[in-house]
């Protein structure tokens, strides 16, 4: 149980590791850190929601960076899963909000938007950005 624990520390830490080289431009390093950590947790069970959270951040950045828009939205949305929205600004929140609408709107291949659409995520985002929410609704309806 404690190696457990330090494999989940380590994974934890390698994917904020993942995520400062993703912000430094070391794409190849981070994707390789990125593969390391996924290994590490499909071989735990019972992992901290933090630690997921940390990875799919990772990747959602990775991807942001370069260009994904399809794997962008997906790393982003699994994050939410594993983080209380209570914890981030409504700020963030609205960014969150916008670019996973964004995202997967452009993003090849996405053709569900369900999930996003009943996130508490977009339920932030204020007049200014009702387009953005009405242009999901279409999407996600087939419009």
């Known amino acids: ?7 989940q520390a380590y994974a934890l830490l390698k994917a904020k590791v993942a995520h ?3 912000q430094k431009g070391y794409e190849k390093k981070a994707k390789e850190v990125i593969e390391e950590v996924e290994r590490i947790l499909d071989a735990l069970t019972g992992v901290e929601s933090v630690v997921y959270y940390t990875l ?3 990747k959602a950045a990775y991807f942001k960076k370069k260009g994904n828009q399809a794997q962008f939205y997906k790393a982003s949305l699994k994050s939410l899963a594993y983080i209380s929205l209570k914890t981030v600004s409504e700020k963030r929140q609205q960014e969150i909000a916008t670019e996973l ?6 993003g090849k291949g996405i053709y569900n938007f369900g999930e996003l659409s009943e ?5 932030t985002l204020g007049e200014e950005d009702l387009w953005m929410v009405k242009l999901l609704t279409a999407f996600n ?3």
Do not use: D, M
């Open 101 to 106: 609408i964004l995202s997967g709107i452009g």
């Open 119 to 123: 996130s508490e995520v977009v339920k």
């Open 1 to 7: 149980e404690k190696n457990k624990g330090n494999k």
């Open 56 to 58: 799919y951040e990772t």
């Open 141 to 143: 309806e087939g419009k």
């Open 20 to 22: 400062f080289a993703v």
